[in-house]
């Protein structure tokens, strides 16, 4: 009888030893998932505050520059695609990352010829409105850049995570995947020329 009671106590350990290890290492993996969830969103959040300034920037602008409605239209083309382009954090492909930076990015491309339109029309320049819309955009950008890099380090830290032995085994038979991290936009490596 007493062998009986060490062999299931020894099993129940053996047990409980075997479900902590796995639900430490899935819950690990829950958790940063998640971390790299609530990072995108703060990535999202931030895209999402610049695209809310810029009808105000053009109208702002519009009243001052109106021969200029080619740029104009375009930084609200530019915008309606970039805002039209959602990536589910599940969805974290480095394809859709792209994509993603893409459109930004021509959103970008169109605010700085927005910008340097502005160059033009001194009375803009001096205008409060406007003063304090490019002074938000600008923290919008700074905020958008710490956002990304937060990002980045929260899903580098999970990639890392279920690459390592022996999570790897427990990532693939959970369904944890890679995600795909910010990149430098093409050509960022270059000094701009700067010419006068």
Do not use: H
């Not at 350990?13 to 971390?35: C, Q, R």
């Not at 520059?65 to 104009?72: I, K, P, T």
């Not at 690459?163 to 093409?186: H, I, S, Y």
């Amino acid at each position: 009888m007493n062998k009986k009671w060490i062999t299931i106590i020894v099993v129940v350990i053996l047990v409980f030893i075997i479900y902590s290890f796995f639900s430490g290492k899935y819950n690990g993996m829950v958790a940063k998932d998640e971390a790299v969830n609530t990072a995108w969103s703060n990535v999202e959040t931030q895209y999402q505050r610049r695209s809310d300034l810029i009808p105000n920037l053009v109208n702002t602008v519009k009243g001052f520059a109106q021969q200029e409605q080619d740029v104009l239209v375009g930084v609200t083309e530019a915008r309606a695609k970039a805002s039209s382009l959602n990536i589910n954090a599940d969805n974290l492909t480095e394809e859709n990352l792209q994509q993603f930076q893409a459109a930004q990015g021509q959103l970008n491309s169109a605010l700085s010829r927005l910008l340097v339109t502005v160059e033009r029309y001194p009375e803009l320049k001096s205008n409060q409105n406007f003063l304090e819309l490019q002074a938000q955009l600008e923290g919008t950008e700074n905020r958008i850049a710490v956002a990304r890099k937060r990002y980045n380090e929260i899903t580098q830290d999970y990639n890392t995570f279920i690459r390592v032995f022996p999570n790897t085994m427990f990532a693939g038979m959970f369904g944890f995947e890679r995600k795909a991290l910010f990149q430098a936009d093409a050509g960022a490596e270059n000094a701009p020329t700067v010419e006068f």
